[in-house]
């Protein structure tokens, strides 16, 4: 056979492919410009910023197991909570000085929330549907009530960070950037599990966890491992988030599962769940417009928000990637192309 026909198709595919890739390149490398760029162009509002990318990781770390592996998790939010407190309590007793505290208490605090995980995870991960779903909500609840009762850690009364040892404004500066390496860290070491078996093996609990188990995947192995993932990424954030802010409270905070568990769950289902970039764009706008709200609608933008997630849950249960793919399958090509 001549393999001059197969070698001349795959060169003209390679070519006509070139044009968007050098897009998605150009797009990328924009993108990474402007959040390099931003602290210093948006100077005012640095803290925001670095919340963003918290955002972004909150999103991609649900989306593990509510978009990939289909169990909805209302507590991941006790892992970061745990980080934030494991690495404020390294900080005050250990007497490192700040930056190696720092360092050391956001690898304790991936330890510490990666280690309830597994612990956790035999026994919640054994519960299916909404069981689970409502297992997890209380473990949020519960660790909550713990923390604000135990005085080792301040009980109600929170918990106080050590000052940053640099000029006025350097320390929102400082975890702008450590926020962003964490998020981009999070999307990168996802997006190089879900090229691999481990993440068909997740796509394959979701749609059929049964049939799954009878071709025999380890599927409660798989379970935890990916809880264990996630606890890993959310207790780093929460040892960067504790030392940004500056101050732990144990329900506003460390276990706002009022706020930021509820927000994990509807940033993933604008952006569209199950995807690698829908969680991030979800994140991106959800946070925007939570923004918007709290500088524009003064005492209203509580109200505003709960109906902004009423109206994402009901007019986008697909979300935005799940819009482009029903375009797509219509009409054969993407929004503003012709066909």
Request: hydrophobic share 55%.
């Amino acid at each position: 056979m001549n393999p001059q026909p197969r070698r001349t198709h795959q060169l003209e595919s390679a070519v006509a492919a070139t044009p968007a890739s050098w897009l998605a390149i150009l797009g990328v490398l924009a993108g990474a410009l402007g959040a390099t760029l931003a602290p210093w162009l948006f100077a005012a509002i640095t803290t925001q910023l670095a919340f963003l990318w918290l955002m972004v990781l909150f999103a991609l770390t649900w989306d593990v197991m509510g978009g990939q592996m289909g169990y909805n998790s209302f507590g991941n939010i006790v892992f970061f909570g745990v980080g934030a407190y494991v690495c404020a309590v390294a900080q005050r007793d250990l007497g490192l000085g700040y930056f190696p505290g720092l360092a050391t208490g956001v690898g304790l605090a991936a330890l510490a929330a990666t280690g309830v995980a597994l612990a956790l995870g035999p026994a919640m991960l054994g519960l299916r549907g909404h069981y689970f779903a409502i297992g997890t909500l209380g473990l949020g609840i519960a660790f909550a009530d713990a923390a604000a009762g135990w005085s080792f850690i301040g009980a109600g009364s929170g918990m106080t960070l050590p000052l940053f040892p640099g000029a006025p404004g350097s320390r929102q500066l400082f975890f702008y950037y450590a926020m962003l390496a964490l998020a981009a860290a999070t999307l990168l070491a996802l997006r190089w599990l879900y090229a691999r078996p481990f993440g068909l093996a997740l796509n394959a609990i979701r749609d059929d966890e049964e049939k799954a188990e009878a071709l025999g995947l380890y599927t409660t192995r798989c379970k935890i491992l990916a809880w264990c993932i996630c606890a890993l990424f959310l207790g780093m954030a929460g040892a960067l988030t504790g030392n940004l802010v500056g101050f732990i409270d144990p329900r506003e905070l460390a276990f706002a599962g009022a706020t930021f568990g509820v927000w994990m769950v509807v940033m993933a289902i604008l952006g569209g769940k199950g995807t690698l970039w829908g969680p991030v764009i979800g994140a991106m706008l959800f946070h925007l417009t939570q923004e918007l709200f709290w500088t524009y609608l003064l005492n209203w933008q509580r109200v505003a928000l709960g109906m902004l997630i009423v109206l994402i849950v009901v007019l986008f249960p697909t979300g935005i990637m799940g819009w482009l793919r029903e375009y797509r399958a219509r009409h054969g090509g993407v929004p503003g192309r012709a066909a």
